[in-house]
């Protein structure tokens, strides 16, 4: 006689699993989540200070990419060739990345060559030498990379998004930097960048794997110990999203012969220590944040408008925007466009449904348990509270929210942060014909490659 499977109730409670925070001499905290399964350890030295704070566009991640290429501590220098053999003679990796809000080097390593590893991360991050051959090297990769991109419909599409967005404020420029400030970056704007990004002040180290906290902790100290703040000033944390006010605009860009429109609109909303954040994740999963959401269910399976479409919440320490994006049929771009700020009113003015609610928490919860399955999943979440100063329990009343999350609590978000009267519409491809299109939405500017109105 065939049975039902047993019903799995959906946890409610967290706990991060166990963890230990050790604050060494030089003020630096390290995140530490032990794990002797396997003899691994990966480890990152994060600085809080990132693009954002770019004197000039691109500057902070052409600094970083130059970070291993070349070494000169009190001990020893090192090129980039030596660095790498290395490195490599260990079977690991030693990366430097470079987003809006942080900079990261990162080690991964068997923990059998743990000493060699922090040898080589803290050379990284305390002495790097920024060879002029490599700047060279570096420079003419980079641009090579940015020609690359503006090939790419999604890409322009994102520069003017961003141009609507963020125009004048902190975001307002590719994190890699344009053709024209890449071209001129020298010696002296990557030891500028690193003396402001790489201050013991805006660092924390997360590490997970193969180790006893307090020992890793004393290696990491012998080796950056030294590593001093040089003008005492550290990024500020983050504050409450203030709303930039602003009419809906439409930002174009020129990607000659396209196929498709590549499609992107989005709007201010709240950052992540505020009270409706969960809420809006939450909003946004039903909206577009997940493949049976209301967006692709209208325009790709009704409307049959792209074959995909998606929103999500970017939530950044000065600014967070909801943002959806897609590709749509360049003749019914408009009619794309309509449907989504349908989609927007909607949510304003109508509750989501019963069955939209448990879809949705479920949903919700189940992903968030992936994402604790190991010990680096838990020092990413672990950095993440770091970063933007959110409390330590921040991922136990996440989940808690979560599962008690009501209709009538939604629909107060719904109608306070949903709007169809400050979206940002950018476009690429043809630009008459998507004037044409777009200019009943808003008023209309076109930017270049590099976000400069035209």
Do not use: W
């Not at 039902?4 to 409670?13: A, D, G, N, R």
């Not at 959401?293 to 967070?320: F, M, P, Q």
């Amino acid at each position: 006689m065939p049975t039902k499977p047993p019903l799995i109730p959906t946890p409610t409670t967290f706990s991060l699993p166990t963890h230990t925070e050790i604050t060494l001499p030089n003020g630096m905290t390290l995140i530490a989540v032990e794990d002797t399964s396997q003899p691994l350890l990966t480890m990152s030295i994060v600085s809080q200070s990132g693009a954002a704070e770019d004197n000039i566009a691109g500057e902070t991640n052409f600094m970083a990419t130059l970070m291993n290429k070349g070494t000169a501590s009190p001990k020893r220098t090192l090129d980039a060739q030596a660095l790498a053999e290395e490195i490599d003679f260990t079977g690991g990796s030693l990366s430097v990345s470079c987003v809006f809000d942080s900079l990261s080097a990162h080690l991964s390593i068997l923990s059998d060559f743990t000493a060699t590893g922090l040898d080589l991360l803290t050379d990284v991050v305390q002495h790097p030498s920024f060879p002029p051959e490599e700047i060279d090297r570096v420079r003419q990769q980079t641009l090579v990379e940015i020609e690359q991109a503006n090939s790419d419909a999604a890409y322009l599409s994102s520069i003017a998004f961003t141009q609507g967005m963020f125009r004048g404020e902190k975001y307002g420029h590719p994190v890699v930097g344009t053709l024209e400030t890449v071209t001129n970056f020298q010696q002296a704007d990557c030891q500028r960048a690193y003396l402001r990004s790489l201050q013991p002040d805006n660092l924390f180290i997360a590490a997970a794997g193969n180790f006893r906290a307090h020992d890793l902790a004393e290696q990491i100290q012998e080796r950056i110990g030294k590593h001093q703040s040089s003008n005492g000033k550290k990024t500020q944390a983050p504050s409450r999203q203030v709303d930039k006010p602003q009419a809906t605009n439409v930002v174009l860009v020129e990607k000659p012969d396209a196929a498709q429109t590549s499609l992107r609109m989005g709007f201010r909303t709240v950052n992540r220590a505020e009270e409706d954040f969960i809420p809006m994740q939450f909003l946004n999963t039903i909206f577009g944040g997940s493949f049976i959401s209301r967006l692709n269910h209208n325009l790709r399976e009704e409307k049959g408008y792209t074959y995909g479409i998606h929103s999500s919440i970017d939530a950044r320490k000065h600014a967070s925007v909801l943002t959806v994006s897609s590709h749509v049929g360049s003749d019914v771009v408009d009619s794309a466009v309509s449907e989504v700020l349908r989609e927007i009113e909607r949510l304003r003015t109508e509750p989501v449904t019963d069955d939209e609610l448990e879809t949705t928490r479920k949903y919700m919860i189940g992903s968030f348990a992936l994402r604790t399955e190991t010990p680096t999943q838990v020092v990413s979440l672990l950095s993440t509270l770091e970063l933007y100063g959110l409390p330590k329990d921040y991922h136990s009343r996440y989940l808690a929210e979560l599962a008690a999350m009501t209709k009538d609590r939604l629909f107060e978000v719904q109608q306070r942060r949903f709007s169809t009267e400050s979206v940002v519409i950018a476009a690429s491809g043809n630009v008459e014909h998507l004037r044409q299109k777009l200019r009943n939405f808003g008023a209309v500017s076109v930017v270049n490659t590099n976000g400069v109105t035209v």
